[in-house]
């Protein structure tokens, strides 16, 4: 049998399970905040999960757009209201030939490279090109001697080689032997200081400047030397 007291516990259930109703002001403010989307994605007290709930309701569809195999791509959204925005993205690839411009940089490295500059500043000079390698956030000098080494232009002295007095053409400089390894020059210095490679200092100017034997360290068993 229903009772007066069912009915009001019914009714105080169901007024609980209902949405608190909005006063005019407060319909007011949304009706504000829909007309500037812009402050209403930046506000304070928009949360991540906010922000996933606008996209949802304000995207209709997304598309994405590789070139080829390089890095480069673009993502279109098209909008509630058919607006259409195109985005350019840089997406991570895995080898260094993927690259868009791989050839261009190839012939920078080649170019300063037969200048004399050092992997380092060649490096620098990439990374304020606006070129990315891959798998990096910049080009760093290991990177530039591991590309001189794979494509053939390390074989090369720089400049300022040819005025370090050596006693035979075996002899390489630190950075040479870096080179021709593909390694980093602190751990050809490390191999220098625990004995694992002979050298000796040669005078040029004020500058002291490390020799090895290339044939010498092409034979030892180092770790971490490759080919």
């Not at 209902?18 to 007011?28: M, P």
């Not at 195999?69 to 195109?86: D, F, L, Y």
Request: glycine share 6%; charged share 25%.
């Amino acid at each position: 049998m229903v009772t007066a007291q069912s009915l009001a516990d019914d009714h105080r259930r169901a007024s609980a399970q209902q949405s608190e109703r909005l006063t005019d002001q407060e319909k007011d403010a949304v009706r504000a905040l829909a007309n500037n989307v812009p402050s209403l994605w930046t506000a304070s007290t928009t949360t991540p999960q906010d922000r996933q709930t606008i996209a949802r309701m304000m995207l209709d569809r997304v598309i994405v757009r590789v070139f080829g195999e390089t890095e480069r791509a673009e993502v279109t959204c098209h909008w509630a209201g058919k607006v259409v925005t195109t985005h350019p993205i840089i997406r991570p690839v895995r080898r260094f030939e993927q690259l868009e411009h791989c050839d261009e940089i190839l012939a920078r490295i080649a170019e300063l490279r037969n200048q004399g500059t050092t992997a380092r500043s060649i490096a620098d000079d990439l990374n304020a090109k606006g070129w990315l390698p891959p798998k990096k956030q910049a080009f760093d000098a290991l990177i530039v001697q591991k590309l001189l080494v794979r494509k053939g232009l390390g074989k090369k002295r720089p400049v300022w080689s040819g005025h370090i007095p050596r006693l035979n053409d075996d002899e390489v400089t630190l950075q040479e032997l870096c080179e021709r390894l593909g390694v980093h020059r602190q751990t050809v210095y490390g191999w220098l200081r625990r004995g694992q490679l002979k050298g000796r200092l040669a005078q040029v100017g004020t500058q002291r400047i490390w020799l090895v034997s290339l044939s010498h360290a092409s034979t030892r068993n180092i770790p971490g030397e490759s080919s």
